[in-house]
């Protein structure tokens, strides 16, 4: 319940569908606090267009101690009315930290991306948009650490684009476009058992760079919109577009070592790089899990 087997409770103001991130003693949470009332969501699946509000908006992360749940320090990144609209489901919060044990970097995807020290000390900051999202329905692609680099795929309805920054400077180390619209999946790095390879969805599309921006492979035929992070299991990648508006809604499970365009045709649900694909086996927004030799959708 709200008060049996809870160690500790703590109010954050604010809104945000990010996840928390847990490193040691520390948790690191995003939130976006709307300086006027806000219109809470109402329930069911709805489409539509939104504008920007006019009020201004403090975005905020925090460092809350694992043990206590008292808050070690809070940082303000920004304060401003909003750039661009989001769904009324939406938050202007809903990318998800990431940190390395020495730093902590949050990426909100109209704003810009942000490191501190463990400490709350401000490191770096890169500015990053705002730019237009399908029916302005807001941002959600949460940044991914791979070693001294971040990864940030900003899909958009003006200039999609792959990134990569230093973790220790914020500087950009390289950027490719992408002919994509707004999509809302984090990318992946995959280290597989052939090479290291940044995984992304798209619309209609999946994409594999190499870690210098190059373009590895691409698959054909998943929905119009993509939500559900890749990962690896069993030494096979797995993809998810699951959009439930589209009749087609696939999940796949590929090989390591893929090059070129390696969509199925026809009826295929396997060839020389998938080694299966479920035309409808895929959810609209959660991530699968694979548990032993079960994969759960």
Same mark, same amino acid.
């Given at each position: 319940?709200?008060t049996e087997n809870?160690?500790w409770k703590?109010?954050?103001p604010g809104i945000?569908w #990010? *996840?928390?991130?847990v490193? /040691?003693d520390?948790v690191?949470?995003?939130?976006?606090?709307?300086?006027?009332?806000?219109?809470?969501p109402?329930? /069911?699946? $709805?489409l539509g @267009?939104?504008?920007a509000?006019?009020a201004p908006?403090?975005?905020?992360?925090y460092? +809350?101690d694992?043990?206590?749940?008292?808050?070690?320090?809070?940082?303000e990144?920004?304060?401003a009315?909003?750039a661009?609209?989001?769904?009324l489901?939406?938050? $202007?919060? #809903?990318?998800?930290?990431?940190t @390395?044990?020495?730093?902590?970097?949050?990426?909100?995807g109209?704003?810009?991306?942000?490191?501190?020290d463990?400490?709350g000390?401000?490191l770096?900051?890169?500015p =990053?948009?705002?730019f237009?999202?399908?029916?302005n329905? /807001?941002?959600?692609?949460?940044?991914?650490?791979?070693?001294?680099?971040l990864? +940030?795929?900003? @899909?958009?309805?003006?200039q #999609?684009?792959l990134?990569?920054?230093?973790?220790r400077?914020?500087?950009?180390?390289?950027?490719?476009?992408?002919?994509?619209?707004t999509?809302?999946?984090?990318?992946?790095v995959?280290e597989? !058992?052939?090479r290291?390879? =940044?995984?992304?969805s798209? #619309?209609?599309a999946?994409?594999s $760079?190499d870690?210098s921006?190059?373009l590895?492979?691409?698959?054909?035929?998943l929905?119009? =919109?993509s939500?559900?992070?890749?990962?690896? *299991?069993?030494?096979?990648?797995?993809?998810? *577009?699951g &959009?439930?508006g589209?009749p087609?809604?696939?999940?796949?499970a590929?090989?390591p070592?893929a !090059?070129g365009? +390696? !969509?199925l045709?026809? @009826?295929?649900?396997?060839?020389?790089? =998938?080694?299966?694909?479920?035309?409808?086996g895929a959810?609209?927004?959660?991530t699968p +899990?694979?548990?032993g030799?079960t &994969? &759960?959708?």
């Amino acid at each position: 319940s709200a008060t049996e087997n809870v160690a500790w409770k703590v109010p954050i103001p604010g809104i945000g569908w #990010s *996840s928390p991130v847990v490193w /040691g003693d520390h948790v690191f949470v995003t939130t976006v606090v709307n300086t006027a009332q806000q219109e809470p969501p109402k329930p /069911g699946f $709805y489409l539509g @267009d939104w504008a920007a509000p006019t009020a201004p908006h403090r975005w905020m992360v925090y460092d +809350i101690d694992f043990k206590t749940g008292k808050v070690r320090w809070e940082r303000e990144v920004g304060s401003a009315p909003p750039a661009k609209a989001k769904h009324l489901k939406n938050t $202007y919060a #809903s990318e998800t930290a990431v940190t @390395d044990g020495e730093r902590v970097f949050f990426y909100f995807g109209n704003l810009g991306l942000f490191a501190f020290d463990l400490n709350g000390k401000p490191l770096w900051s890169k500015p =990053i948009g705002p730019f237009k999202t399908r029916n302005n329905w /807001g941002t959600g692609a949460s940044p991914v650490l791979h070693r001294d680099r971040l990864y +940030i795929v900003n @899909d958009n309805d003006e200039q #999609s684009f792959l990134a990569a920054y230093d973790t220790r400077t914020g500087n950009e180390v390289w950027k490719v476009t992408r002919a994509e619209g707004t999509n809302w999946a984090t990318p992946f790095v995959w280290e597989n !058992s052939v090479r290291t390879e =940044i995984v992304t969805s798209g #619309s209609d599309a999946a994409r594999s $760079y190499d870690l210098s921006g190059k373009l590895l492979w691409e698959l054909k035929g998943l929905s119009t =919109i993509s939500v559900p992070t890749p990962f690896a *299991s069993h030494g096979m990648l797995l993809l998810n *577009s699951g &959009y439930i508006g589209d009749p087609n809604r696939p999940a796949f499970a590929t090989r390591p070592g893929a !090059s070129g365009d +390696i !969509s199925l045709k026809g @009826d295929e649900t396997s060839n020389a790089h =998938i080694a299966w694909a479920l035309k409808t086996g895929a959810p609209y927004q959660p991530t699968p +899990i694979v548990v032993g030799d079960t &994969y &759960y959708t």
